[in-house]
């Protein structure tokens, strides 16, 4: 898995980054943390089903599932770990609006936990 965070790294393994690495057989994930979910679809783009991509932001899970993520990697999950769970499971059969509305509960204690 390739863990793209250039916030805490400083390094955007961008687009014409992994196009350099997409014949490499063992990177099959990627771990989208940029924080703009548009990298998602310019992913699918770019690549289709080349790599399995995983949401890295927690409070992206629900718009990173409409747009076809198969994974999380979540900080949120050592604290609320059923919460999360029902959370991810809500996104992947695709009711994003009971989806929402448990993120939104559930964002003031994101953010508590990110500050």
């Known amino acids: 898995m390739i863990y793209n965070n250039p916030i805490a790294y400083g390094v ?35 690549f289709g089903n080349r790599f399995s991509i995983f949401c890295g932001v927690d409070d992206l899970i629900v718009e990173s599932s409409a747009l076809g993520v198969t994974g999380w990697v979540s900080g949120m999950t050592n604290v609320w770990p059923a919460e999360a769970v029902k959370l991810f499971n809500l996104c992947q059969s695709g009711d994003y609006e009971e989806a929402a509305s448990s993120i939104i509960c559930s964002h003031h204690h994101i953010i508590w936990m990110c500050t």
């Open 12 to 46: 955007d393994v961008d687009i014409e980054t992994l196009r350099l690495l997409k014949d490499v057989p063992e990177i099959v994930c990627i771990k989208e943390e940029t924080g703009d979910v548009r990298r998602v679809t310019d992913l699918y783009v770019e």
